[in-house]
């Protein structure tokens, strides 16, 4: 049921930046504070596609990256043969420092996590009727760990990662085209349930769609690898719709039948799309097309029950579909600035920054950094659908030992998202990205996210940042004061 609020006209917040230094950002007590991880990021290796991929990529030495920063080179993982086979294997050792992480977490004041529970680690072969007990086992301790600081799990189902014989043909048809693919994934989704379905109240069961779509199936940088047009990803969108429906009804059957609670959403990456020149009418029109395909036509299909993409006539009816989301959760990382092609009108060019401004805050990605986006985008969602939303990740990529780049992204993004709740937008939780350091897809261990660094070939000694301890403050506060805002100018 939503707040009551959520029916609010609105009345947007304009607040200068010293009215809004006098301001209190007060969430309220039961608001869900916490960070994220994923287990292909963190996990030891398990058989998963990327798996496979990362091996391959040591094999034949592809490890270059794009010359210009954030912009992967497909085929490659960035200086991957820069890091110890043991990193490599074991990635942030998570298997074996995870109570230590949670502890690290209960103490700056986090009260729920994001996790992943990895598909390839339950089902390493395709033969098996049950998952490996070795892998419940696992998950099951770590679900203790978290019960134990009183930590709230936030589970997610598909975070990119995928087992290895999945991508086994099938009648010439490999991976979510299979057409066993969804009932492979049903059955995996069951054992989940059938394992921890008691344990777990909050569950995204697909992470980023159309990143994984657009990576992995049309750039060529994330498996499979491939560079396909829109047309040749129509199948693997329907199926990742299909996927998503039926995990919402088991989750929903397994709560119903044992009078749980749960909340079951997506997790969408959101960009602020803005046109390079504002005062090009193609650039104007690119960035609008860019936003609806990339943000709205996936959550649009859930909503309606109907695929509709961008630039085609694909209109597709999905039995189960409508209304199949409790919450939407946002991803958020920064602005993108979209500059029409003449040359090519469906395909113009994005860039991560604007070249035009050398006084743009970015990350060590180049990923320019626009807090007022994250509020943009909040609004804009509620608006579209009102329900309850989740903040699922924000962060941005910074290396530095003092990382005062990152304290003060927290502080401006968590104003933004306070600034949407008074303008009655339903937000019942921030979760950072992320808690520590980790392996970050093409970028490998280069881009560092973390609350908490990790020195890796120093028998990953965690060492949590400033932006950590900050972090605890606003925890603690329930929100930004005025003298947090003040410390962090002083820095």
């Known amino acids: 049921m939503l707040f009551k609020r959520s029916f609010v006209k609105f009345k947007p917040s304009f607040l200068g930046e010293k009215e809004l230094s006098q301001q209190r950002a007060l969430f309220e007590d039961n608001f869900l504070w916490g960070a994220g991880s ?5 996990e030891h290796q398990q058989d998963s596609d ?8 040591i094999k034949d030495g592809n490890t270059s990256t794009d010359a210009r920063p954030g912009f992967a080179l497909p085929g490659h ?80 189902l598909f975070h990119f990662s995928t087992p290895a014989w999945f991508w086994d043909k099938l009648d010439d048809k490999r991976g979510w085209e299979r057409k066993d ?28 769609p159309m990143t994984y779509v657009y990576n992995g199936y049309m750039q060529g940088i994330f498996p499979p690898l491939e560079k396909r047009d829109i047309n040749g990803v129509i199948n693997v969108i329907e199926q990742l719709l299909k996927a998503h429906a039926m995990a919402y009804k088991l989750i929903h059957d397994n709560a119903s039948r044992k009078n749980l ?16 020149r504002n005062w090009a009418p193609l650039d104007i029109i690119s960035s609008k097309a860019v936003e609806q395909a990339f943000i709205w036509d996936f959550m649009d299909a859930i909503n309606s029950g109907v695929l509709k993409i961008s630039n085609t006539h694909v209109k597709k009816h999905i039995v189960g579909l409508a209304g199949t989301q409790d919450y939407i959760g946002i991803n958020y990382y920064g602005q993108f600035y979209v500059e029409s092609n003449l040359s090519n009108i469906s395909k113009p060019n994005i860039h991560f920054f604007n070249p035009k401004r050398h006084d743009e805050e970015k990350s060590d990605l180049d990923w320019a950094i626009y807090p007022r986006g994250l509020y943009n985008i909040l609004r804009a969602t509620h608006k579209r659908y009102k329900t309850t939303i989740y903040v699922l990740e924000n962060g941005l990529a910074d290396c530095n030992t003092d990382d005062v780049k990152r304290q003060n992204f927290l502080v401006d993004h968590i104003d933004q998202v306070w600034l949407a709740k008074n303008d009655g937008v339903d937000i019942r939780g921030y979760i950072h990205w992320s808690l520590t350091d980790n392996f970050e897809w093409a970028e490998g261990f280069t881009a560092r996210f973390g609350l908490i660094g990790i020195e890796y070939e120093n028998n990953f000694k965690r060492i949590p940042r400033p932006s950590a301890t900050l972090y605890k403050q606003i925890i603690k506060d329930k929100g930004i004061t005025p003298e947090t805002r003040e410390r962090l100018k002083q820095r």
């Open 77 to 156: 993982i960035n200086s991957l043969d820069t890091f110890s086979e043991s990193v490599r294997l074991r990635k942030t050792n998570f298997d074996n420092f995870f109570d230590q992480d949670f502890a690290l977490a209960s103490k700056l004041g986090h009260n729920t996590h994001r996790f992943s529970i990895c598909w390839a680690r339950l089902f390493p072969t395709q033969d098996l009727n049950k998952p490996a007990p070795e892998a419940i086992e696992f998950y099951h301790n770590i679900l203790d760990s978290l019960e134990k600081y009183n930590i709230t799990p936030f589970v997610t």
């Open 50 to 57: 990327w798996t496979n991929f990362e091996r391959q990529v």
């Open 38 to 42: 994923a287990s292909q990021h963190v």
């Open 181 to 208: 693919a969804v009932e492979h994934f049903e059955r995996f989704v069951q054992s989940v349930l059938d394992a921890f379905g008691n344990r777990i109240s909050h569950w995204t069961t697909l992470n980023e």
């Open 261 to 276: 609670s749960a909340k079951v959403g997506i997790a969408k990456h959101t960009r602020a799309f803005t046109p390079l």
